[in-house]
């Protein structure tokens, strides 16, 4: 990974009592064999492991990356911008986040290449190169965090940090065919992070293995010890399967069977969850006269979805106007078109976003209470083409944003979990559980995965695949709606 011009760099970083040396090696462009995930080799050191009798640090012998936009003492991020890095100084201490899980006893490895400012959904960046999606090769790896997800899905790390505002942890995790998890807003520490936008920021992380999820988790939630507890509800939100390009019997079924043979069948629920929003989400009625998709009335979910995508853009540009202004850096078409649309926000639609935020929050924890899991999928449609339009239509980014902003805008936790492949592309579903519920919905994934994948491995070798559902199939679910 070296060449002769490759720049060596050892920088001492103090962190507690445990000293870190940083090696930072600049990647060239042309070196393809990390997929282009990496940005910048680097290795910040676990302290010693604790004498006997004493445990040995819980992340011991794991491996991690972040996405290049969380601070590291002695380190320029680039916020996926060679211009940002550019125009700003190395940073004076690292991210608790990080801090934490190195203290932790993890050994963090790079730094990975995201969308353009954290902007995108797609994960291509031509500054530093599109890290090569190992699922689906001539596909995009997803944004923002798409190398953190490239690391993970390659088996380059064991783990990877990244950001989730609008999807940015969730989508690269469903494209790539591994774990996500957006936690509950808050929930992590934000500070040493270039923030996108506050309300809606999340320090996510992806890995494999649910035992390596969930035990980065207990290090970043700081969750106390509690005993696990089983889902007393698991609510499939069927109207949200009903127009995504993969069969019923591979996303949605493959869930209700492994709750039927973990839990049993007293436990499922099923419900159109728009319909639900639209009558406890009262302040969506505030927008409803904002043109939605070429549609003046719109569903609670497109409106959930625009009011995300007007914050979203609206607090970026309060806190990075100023540095676009003087920069003027050149940007992805699909960020450039996002930040360069007239646009404005007026004050009575800022509170009335803050309201549906609150609002959603309710909705949801009223809905799923203290032990309840929610259904949906993680994405709409299969990862678009490298350097296609499609990512860049209307019509994609409503289907994709409509299911993104039910935890963006509520605020709640969700993990995405693969489910194998349909038709070469990888398929994913996603568990969501009330705000403040992280360390339930990281046990309650521990629970399921496995007969999630048998389950899911059943249906691919079944010789019908379809969307439609038996009858009988048909009156447990009139029968079990909410």
Not at 343 to 360: C, G, L, Y
Request: with cysteine; aromatic share 6%.
């Amino acid at each position: 990974m070296t060449s002769q011009s490759a720049k060596n760099l050892l920088v001492l970083l103090g962190l507690g009592l445990a000293g870190i040396v940083l090696i930072t090696r600049k990647l060239k462009k042309s070196v393809r064999k990390d997929l282009g995930a990496f940005i910048e080799k680097l290795q910040l050191l676990p302290p010693p492991q604790p004498a006997p009798p004493k445990a040995p640090h819980p992340l011991t012998a794991l491996t991690f990356a972040l996405s290049d936009l969380f601070d590291i003492e002695g380190h320029v991020s680039t916020f996926g911008h060679p211009e940002w890095a550019r125009t700003h100084e190395p940073a004076s201490s690292t991210a608790p986040a990080v801090s934490a899980l190195v203290e932790g006893g993890a050994t963090c490895v790079a730094t990975t290449v995201l969308d353009d400012l954290a902007l995108g959904i797609g994960g291509e960046n031509k500054h530093y190169g599109t890290p090569t999606n190992p699922a689906v090769p001539a596909r995009v790896p997803g944004g923002s965090s798409s190398g953190a997800a490239v690391a993970v899905a390659a088996d380059f790390v064991d783990f990877a940090l990244g950001i989730d505002t609008v999807g940015g942890v969730r989508v690269p995790a469903g494209f790539c065919g591994i774990l996500g998890f957006r936690p509950s807003h808050g929930a992590v520490s934000h500070l040493g992070i270039i923030p996108i936008s506050t309300s809606l920021d999340t320090v996510g992380w992806f890995a494999k293995d649910p035992n390596i999820l969930r035990r980065v988790g207990h290090i970043l939630l700081q969750a106390p010890f509690a005993m696990q507890r089983s889902p007393r509800q698991i609510v499939i939100a069927d109207d949200c399967f009903q127009h995504i390009n993969v069969p019923l019997d591979r996303s949605s079924q493959v869930v209700v069977k492994t709750t039927e043979k973990l839990f049993g069948r007293q436990v499922l629920k099923h419900i159109n969850l728009g319909d639900y929003l639209s009558s406890r989400v009262p302040s969506l009625k505030g927008c409803s006269g904002q043109k939605t998709n070429g549609e003046v009335k719109a569903s609670a979910l497109k409106l959930l979805a625009n009011i995300m995508q007007s914050l979203q853009r609206h607090e970026f540009r309060l806190k990075h106007d100023e540095w676009m202004n003087t920069v003027k850096p050149e940007l992805h078409p699909g960020v450039s078109a996002q930040l360069h649309e007239k646009f404005e926000v007026s004050d009575a639609e800022i509170e009335n976003s803050k309201s549906v935020r609150s609002e959603m929050c309710a909705a949801v924890n009223s809905l799923l209470k203290d032990e309840g899991i929610l259904v949906i999928p993680t994405v709409a449609d299969p990862p678009p083409k490298l350097g296609g339009k499609e990512i860049l239509s209307e019509d994609y980014q409503s289907r994709a944003f409509s299911l993104l902003s039910i935890a963006s805008i509520s605020g709640c936790c969700q993990v995405s979990i693969p489910l194998g492949f349909y038709d070469k592309y990888p398929v994913s579903v996603s568990l969501i559980a009330r705000h403040g519920g992280d360390r339930f919905l990281l046990d309650t994934l521990q629970t399921v995965y496995t007969t999630l994948q048998e389950q899911a491995d059943i249906a691919s070798k079944s010789k019908s695949s379809g969307n439609a559902v038996s009858k009988e199939q048909s009156a447990e679910i009139a029968k079990e709606k909410v």
